[in-house]
């Protein structure tokens, strides 16, 4: 069974520019959820996706957004970068949308 | 929202000692998970315990759903369980993970 998978590993961005992170769910989950976690924090949470429709988001800008696929991956697109989007990104899929998260290695974003 | 509190902030332990860590919360959870991060940044599930007593090895959990606390038990600890430990609460409303801001554990040989 493959877990939880993430891309890219590390990235780099300047102020004002965009990003695109990936996230691919472990086998047999429909539901992805996406984490913020800045340096000494807990995680926060962005938002989940079930099927494809969005299901629930946290207390983040619009310029946060994100995407799930017919193959249930997904993807957290960032625009209009600030410097205080420096953070580890987190995603997270399960079976459904209220059962146990699993956690994928994480995406360490620095905007410089 | 819900918050979560989890304590102590910091703990130094032996190896061999055995730790009790602590999580609060203020209001009724659908489902409660603890988990450790490696230094890497890798969330590791320890335990998904809405309610009742599990045990995995070393590690046990309880959770008293009524009285709103959760507790995570280490038994003869290890170096490699020094790291941060999280638990974290899916609120009744929502089916999102709220944090706690995590129990530092360093366990020295």
């Known amino acids: 069974e493959t877990g939880v998978t993430q891309s890219p590993t590390h990235l780099i961005k300047t102020r004002g520019q965009q990003v695109t992170l990936r996230c691919s769910s472990q086998s047999g989950h429909n539901t992805v959820s996406w984490y913020q976690q800045a340096l000494g924090q807990g995680p926060q949470f962005i938002f989940q996706y079930y099927r494809e429709e969005e299901n629930g988001r946290g207390n983040f800008p619009p310029r946060f957004s994100g995407l799930q696929f017919p193959n249930y991956s997904s993807e957290l697109n960032v625009n209009a970068l600030e410097l205080d989007d420096s953070a580890l990104y987190l995603c997270?899929?399960?079976?459904?949308?209220?059962?146990?998260?699993?956690f994928g290695p994480g995406t360490r974003l620095t905007v410089t | 929202g819900i918050q979560v509190e989890q304590s102590p902030p910091d703990l130094i332990l032996q190896e061999g000692a055995n730790s009790t860590l602590r999580c609060n919360f203020s209001?009724?959870?659908?489902?409660l998970q603890w988990f450790h991060q490696n230094p890497w940044g890798q969330l590791i599930n320890l335990f998904y315990?809405?309610?009742g007593t599990k045990q995995n090895g070393r590690l046990s959990a309880t959770t008293v759903a009524t009285e709103r606390y959760s507790l995570l038990y280490i038994s003869s600890s290890q170096t490699t369980d020094s790291g941060v430990y999280f638990c974290a609460v899916e609120e009744v409303a929502n089916s999102k993970l709220t944090f706690g801001k995590g129990i530092t554990l360093s366990v020295r040989p």
């Open positions: 997270a899929s399960s079976s459904d949308r209220a059962y146990e998260q699993y």
């Open positions: 315990i809405p309610s």
């Open positions: 209001d009724s959870v659908n489902n």
